[in-house]
């Protein structure tokens, strides 16, 4: 249950302060859009967040990375392997059509590969500070 917790909150933590800015700076939206979206992505965040950090902890074990390079590489596959297929869900459970979740999750995959290793460095310090393990490989 700590390890639930501390992968939840690192996930919140992380994805509202780059989301808010993003959402800020970059598409222009009005601070009460981007607390309103906040706030809504708060459950999909709780839902994702320990599997997420379960499926990355998974991938290194299996790939073993060993130099900052390849740590990175194997970061953006597991965020993206993961991450593609929540996307696309909650695209198709908001009815969005065909060619605009192909779209959206082209260009969505940009912004993960950027962000999957801030995320997976931020998520090892926080579980560090939190004195919590990676999951075990099985």
């Known amino acids: 249950m700590y390890a639930f917790l501390v992968d939840t909150i690192a996930t919140i933590v992380f994805f509202t302060i780059a989301a808010a800015t993003t959402e800020l700076f970059i598409a222009g939206m009005e601070p009460m859009q981007v607390v309103m979206t906040r706030a ?9 967040g ?7 902890d998974w991938v290194f074990a ?3 990375p060993n130099r900052t390079l390849s740590r990175t590489l194997v970061d953006v596959a597991a965020f993206i392997s993961f991450q593609v297929p929540v996307y696309v869900g909650a695209l198709v459970i908001s009815g969005t059509g065909v060619k605009e979740i192909a779209l959206a999750v082209s260009s969505g995959i940009f912004f993960m590969v950027l ?3 801030p995320f997976g460095l931020f ?3 926080v579980r560090k500070l939190a004195k919590v393990q990676a999951a ?3």
């Open 50 to 56: 320990r599997p997420y950090g379960l499926w990355r």
């Open 115 to 117: 962000g999957s290793r």
């Open 123 to 125: 998520l090892e310090l």
């Open 62 to 64: 299996k790939l073993a």
């Open 136 to 138: 075990p490989s099985s």
């Open 40 to 48: 809504i992505m708060i459950p999909m965040m709780i839902a994702t």
